[in-house]
């Protein structure tokens, strides 16, 4: 099938194109970009008017959790990739922190064959870091390689052991692999719920001080510059963070950064009457973190942008703040985050959408995130300002637990497509 898209606005943050123009897809790859044409390719057996809205490379998420295998309830691949095709996701990576724990080549190959088998986004799978997630004993990070396995990563649980960890990035860079760390010092951040500070303490409840994540990622960081390895240090919550990660740039290190699309949004009074929906790890920080974050965002210094999505049942969250799980569903809100940057913030459109399409593919040097001739035509049309109420009975996720339950958004997915085929399209009720 040849498709072409025309009369659109076409935004390539690779390239810097923001300009009028059509796209012409043939056999599921893009064909042809034509900057300021407005009728349909000649060539093509189907046409689609776009009516000047926005048409962009399809999102690409670095960390999703499913619940499958073993916590069906909470997720599958296939209602993940529906939520995530919903909310313009076309690629993303699931995370290992199953049961059983992928943290094997047999699981490895589940997940790509399940993948195929029931979801219509493109699945990666990330492999454990450490066998069962326990940081004890390195898992085999060369057969998951080989089998498939995008990055490496020990999930929520930093590994301990600075020696096993060391040892994991070793093999990592020798394989040229890439880990993931969440930058956490668990003596300090301990039983910690939410943002350490006045806040916490009003609220009666313990918190979780930044200085874990700095100690965190200094470790990490210090270890990806002895050892030459590929590091994701994922979830940054603070600017200052991100200047350790600066600094070790300035000296040749290979990390890189990750923040999740609700840590922009959100600061810790939205926690408001102890909201569970809120309860997420790394938690939201004070608004002048927030501000901080989002001046490094306009800066480029995030190199990704997630939708952490972390789906949980309504019986883990509907308990006392303190038991409540950590984690947020957030496959079909991450676009209307960064828009409300754009909107609110002064956040250029194209730098919005950056860290969601052409940096996480360079990142994993995937073909896909930009409007290119010869990459498979993975692609979102969408309306920046077009506004709408996140309502979570509506979300497509099989776990519904948003913080951005009946907040009002702006921009929306209106058809998504993968390999030049329409695998949402969004019908509003009359």
């Given at each position: 099938m040849s498709l072409s898209i025309h009369n659109a606005r076409l935004l390539d943050p690779a390239t810097g194109l923001d300009a009028p123009g059509a796209v012409f897809i043939d056999k599921g790859r893009i064909k042809h970009v034509a900057q300021g044409q407005s009728g349909a390719h000649a060539d093509?057996?189907?046409t689609l008017d776009a009516g000047g809205l926005c048409l962009a490379p399809g999102l690409i998420d670095l960390r999703v959790k499913t619940g499958e295998p073993g916590d069906e309830q909470k997720e599958t691949l296939a209602t993940a990739s529906r939520a995530a095709l919903a909310g313009g996701v076309t690629s993303f990576v699931v995370m290992p922190d199953?049961?059983?724990?992928?943290?094997?080549?047999a699981l490895v190959r589940f997940i790509k064959e399940r993948a195929r088998e029931t979801a219509k986004a493109r699945i990666y799978p990330a492999g454990a870091l450490s066998v069962g997630l326990q940081g004890e004993l390195m898992a085999e990070i060369g057969l998951m390689a080989d089998a498939g396995a995008v990055a490496f990563t020990n999930g929520d649980m930093p590994i301990a052991n600075a020696s096993i960890m060391k040892r994991a990035m070793t093999y990592a860079a020798s394989r040229g692999a890439i880990v993931m760390s969440r930058p956490d010092d668990r003596a300090l951040s301990g039983s910690g719920v939410m943002n350490a500070g006045a806040?916490?303490?009003r609220f009666g409840l313990?918190?979780?001080?930044?200085?874990a994540e700095w100690i965190g990622a200094a470790r990490d960081v210090m270890l990806a510059e002895t050892t030459g390895c590929r590091l994701v240090v994922d979830q940054v919550s603070t600017a200052r963070t991100l200047d350790i990660l600066a600094g070790?740039?300035?000296?040749?290190a290979k990390v890189h950064a990750t923040v999740a699309a609700h840590t922009l949004f959100f600061n810790e009074r939205d926690v408001g009457d102890y909201?569970?929906?809120c309860k997420v790890n790394p938690p939201f920080r004070d608004e002048d973190t927030r501000q901080g974050l989002i001046a490094a965002l306009k800066r480029g210094e995030i190199d990704a942008v997630v939708s952490a999505h972390d789906p949980q049942p309504p019986e883990e969250k509907r308990l006392p703040?303190?038991?409540a799980a950590f984690g947020a569903a957030g496959l079909e809100t991450t676009l209307a985050a960064l828009m409300s940057l754009v909107h609110d913030a002064g956040l250029p459109l194209l730098d919005a959408l950056a860290p969601v399409t052409c940096r996480p593919a360079d990142l994993l040097g995937l073909p896909q995130g930009r409007l290119k001739s010869g990459t498979p035509a993975d692609l979102i049309l969408?309306?920046?300002g077009k506004p709408w109420l996140c309502v979570r009975e509506d979300l497509r996720s099989r776990s519904t637990n948003s913080p951005f339950d009946g907040r009002r958004l702006q921009g929306r997915i209106l058809r998504t497509f993968v390999g030049g085929e329409t695998v949402f399209d969004f019908a509003p009720a009359p």
């Open positions: 093509a057996k189907e199953t049961r059983p724990t992928i943290d094997d080549v806040f916490a303490a313990s918190g979780m001080p930044v200085e070790a740039r300035d000296r040749g909201l569970t929906y703040f303190g038991e969408f309306d920046p």
